[in-house]
């Protein structure tokens, strides 16, 4: 076990330092800016599916699609994060309760 663990600290510090070494035009590159910033997107986005979406090996659809659903409306109406994540668990709860 700390085999797999030294060798994958060791994996990611020449991952880190593989990014490091690239010449500066590389990365001022305008694709590369564009991926580089929208990765981290992406990569939230998916966390939250697996999270709202998933129950070990099955989908589910249960009240975290509907808190879920409730945050996407509360932010394309631009309400303030707080109100987002308070609704969000309100109507989780609610739905839970019914």
Request: hydrophobic content about 70%; charged content about 10%.
């Amino acid at each position: 076990m700390w085999a797999a663990v030294v060798l994958a600290g060791v994996g990611c510090y020449l991952l880190k330092l593989a990014g490091l070494s690239l010449p500066e035009r590389v990365l001022a590159h305008p694709t590369v800016e564009r991926v580089a910033d929208l990765i981290p997107v992406a990569l939230l986005a998916a966390l939250v599916a697996v999270q709202v979406f998933a129950d070990g090996p099955a989908l589910v659809l249960d009240a975290r699609a509907l808190a879920l659903a409730f945050a996407v409306v509360a932010l394309l109406l631009r309400a303030p994060f707080l109100v987002v994540v308070v609704g969000a668990s309100v109507v989780a709860a609610l739905a839970r309760l019914v």
